[in-house]
T-cell receptor, first 114, second 111 residues
Framework: DAGVIQSPRHEVTEMGQEVTLRCKPI?????LFWYRQTMMRGLELLIY????????DSGMPEDRFSAKMPNASFSTLKIQPSEPRDSAVYFC????????????FGPGTRLLVL | GIQVEQSPPDLILQEGANSTLRCNFS?????LQWFHQNPWGQLINLFY???GTKQNGRLSATTVATERYSLLYISSSQTTDSGVYFC?????????????FGKGTHLIIQP
């Protein structure tokens, strides 16, 4: 399997623009997670899905952030409008049947908002 | 929420040395993973080890769940081992299913 795939790998945008990050989980995995890594807060969970259904979005920082999973092989994380403080590395991860199993991480998207 | 503490925060070693990284957690867990974040920022799975001992080449890990700690051993260090090592856990008492990460140990292996 190709592993978790994320795109783009790097994104530079200007404040106020809409940003869409994409993730393709490992085929057959039921759980999908979005994490964010910043210098100040480290790695933290934003939202996760089970069988395409959002289960917990309490980690989403504010209403400017939204995530969807229209099917088992695709998820998006959208920031609208983007702000400089959103600059971070965004990781997508997936696990097979439950979160108690190994979570496999994608390569991340490095976002810079100017 | 569950707390994860890693030590030491920084470690500088010469090539060939051995090292032990520690992860303490504040509550019971049903998932514990060790990751290596390489200089390119990728998170590489090292071990899934909620309990017991595992070995993979020069790396091994032990988790003593009853005492709430895990250790990562690196033997005969190589420069490619440099990077940040993260411990991440999933609290077994319910709540969100995402991993809680420690702050990491920044390891530098000098040639």
């Amino acid at each position: 399997d190709a592993g978790v795939i994320q795109s783009p790998r790097h994104e530079v945008t200007e404040m106020g623009q809409e940003v869409t990050l994409r993730c393709k989980p490992i085929s057959g995995h039921d759980y999908l997670f979005w994490y964010r890594q910043t210098m100040m807060r480290g790695l933290e969970l934003l939202i996760y899905f089970n069988n395409n259904v959002p289960i917990d979005d309490s980690g989403m920082p504010e209403d400017r952030f939204s995530a969807k999973m229209p099917n088992a092989s695709f998820s998006t994380l959208k920031i609208q409008p983007s702000e400089p403080r959103d600059s971070a590395v965004y990781f997508c991860a997936s696990s097979l049947i439950s979160s108690r199993e190994t979570q496999y991480f994608g390569p991340g998207t490095r976002l810079l908002v100017l | 929420g569950i707390q994860v503490e890693q030590s030491p925060p920084d470690l500088i070693l010469q090539e060939g040395a051995n090292s032990t990284l520690r992860c303490n957690f504040s509550d019971s867990v049903n998932n514990l993973q060790w990751f290596h974040q390489n200089p390119w920022g990728q998170l590489i799975n090292l071990f899934y080890i909620p309990s017991g001992t595992k070995q993979n080449g020069r790396l091994s890990a032990t988790t003593v769940a009853t005492e709430r700690y895990s250790l990562l051993y690196i033997s005969s260090s190589q420069t490619t081992d440099s990077g940040v090592y993260f411990c991440a856990v999933l609290y077994s008492g319910g709540g969100a299913d995402g991993l809680t990460f420690g702050k990491g140990t920044h390891l530098i292996i000098q040639p």
